[in-house]
């Protein structure tokens, strides 16, 4: 059975740093496209960033909103996904999904999410 | 980028017809070498994550009832729920993955007339 499961959020001032975790089981971590996506209370969703698998460069990707802020990065041996969140801003508020791509771009499985609130 | 838009932003629709969800890309999302759209559909239940519905703009994910279609190419397209059933009650979002970033419609809300 796949299992996403998202830790790390919480409440955090503007310009500190947050890391979020992503604990991954149930199918080949190493092999697979990860992403985190976001979602205002409330409103709709918004795509932070990917990683690809080793295999394919381990390269990443982000949203304008977020480049050069956050860092997307994995731990194979751990099967564990992060997301490193620096100056965040209160825009940044959201509930975090981890969640896996299979095949080119499609997401098959999310996390139930962690909820990041930005706020001094 | 490239910008989804969804219509309308909420339905509501008797038990066991038929409910209409169109998304618009800004640019074409079907990739000329494989014939493939890029739009995948999701499903979002109160509290809930989003659930995968459809790929490809037309491959039903497994598991997923047949009442659930969806078509299009180029820059339309459309969900289709052939008989709404009282567990369709959600918010709808199409999403492109052509190229990054990865963009999502605004949402549909389906409801119950």
């Known amino acids: 059975e796949v299992q996403l499961v998202e830790s790390g959020g919480g409440l955090v001032k503007p310009g500190e740093s947050l890391r979020l975790s992503c604990a991954a089981s149930g199918f080949i971590f190493s092999d697979t496209w990860m992403t985190w996506v976001r979602q205002n209370a409330g409103k709709g969703l918004e795509w932070v960033g990917r990683i690809k698998a080793k295999a394919d460069g381990g390269t990443t990707d982000y949203a304008a909103p977020v480049k050069g802020r956050f860092s997307i990065s994995r731990d194979d041996s751990k099967n564990t996904l992060y997301l490193q969140m620096n100056s965040p801003k209160t825009e940044d508020t959201a509930v975090y999904y981890c969640a896996k791509f299979r095949g080119w771009g499609w997401i098959d499985f999310w996390g139930q999410g962690t909820l990041v609130t930005v706020s001094s | 980028d490239i910008v989804m838009t969804q219509s309308p932003d909420s339905l509501a629709v008797s038990l066991g017809e038929r409910a209409t969800i169109n998304c618009k890309s800004s640019q074409s999302v079907l990739y000329s070498s494989n014939n493939d759209n890029y739009v995948a559909w999701y499903q979002q239940k109160p509290g809930q994550p989003p659930k995968l519905l459809i790929y490809?703009?037309?491959t039903r994910e497994s598991g997923v009832p047949d009442r659930f279609s969806g078509s299009g190419s180029g820059t339309d397209f459309t969900l289709t729920i052939s008989s709404l059933q009282a567990e369709d009650v959600a918010v709808y979002y199409c999403?492109?993955?052509?190229?990054?970033?990865?963009?999502f419609g605004q949402g549909t809300k389906l409801e119950i007339k």
């Open positions: 490809w703009a037309s």
């Open positions: 999403q492109q993955y052509y190229n990054t970033p990865y963009t």
